[in-house]
């Protein structure tokens, strides 16, 4: 089993910037690829960005593109999302999540097998 924790969430004005963390601990996720999701109050859960298992590709909503950024430490099991810009809408819960068995990419929020219990990032205008 994999254990998701996520931590960096806060509030921020709108223009600042915020770093989203997620450590996996209970095995190695260097072979899974990794996302981000978000959900805002009232809405579905959103895909936000997925980094494939070497780091190599990337893939990103629109809705961030340009403004996050997502990486790897495989030598210490996180993903890291780095948020610019941040602006009142990319206000959610964002969860982190792992594809162990990488059938496609990008992943569908089906093909994922871990997730996190989230952390709030909330951009005042």
């Known amino acids: 089993q994999v254990q998701l924790v996520e931590s960096g969430g806060g509030l921020v004005q709108a223009g600042g910037s915020l770093r989203l963390s997620c450590a996996a601990s209970?095995?190695?996720?260097?072979?899974?690829?990794m996302g981000w999701f978000r959900q805002a109050p009232g809405k579905e859960r959103e895909f936000v960005v997925v980094?494939?298992?070497?780091?190599?590709?990337?893939y990103y909503a629109d809705s961030v593109k340009g403004r996050f950024t997502i990486s790897r430490a495989k030598a210490k099991n996180t993903v890291h999302l780095q948020m610019n810009n941040l602006k009142p809408e990319d206000t959610a819960v964002y969860y982190c999540?792992?594809?162990?068995?990488?059938?496609?990419?990008?992943?569908?929020?089906?093909?994922?097998?871990?997730w996190g219990q989230g952390t709030q990032v909330t951009v005042s205008s």
């Open positions: 999540a792992a594809d162990r068995r990488g059938s496609r990419w990008p992943p569908t929020v089906d093909d994922y097998d871990y």
């Open positions: 209970g095995r190695t996720v260097s072979s899974y690829a």
């Open positions: 980094i494939s298992w070497g780091g190599g590709s990337t």
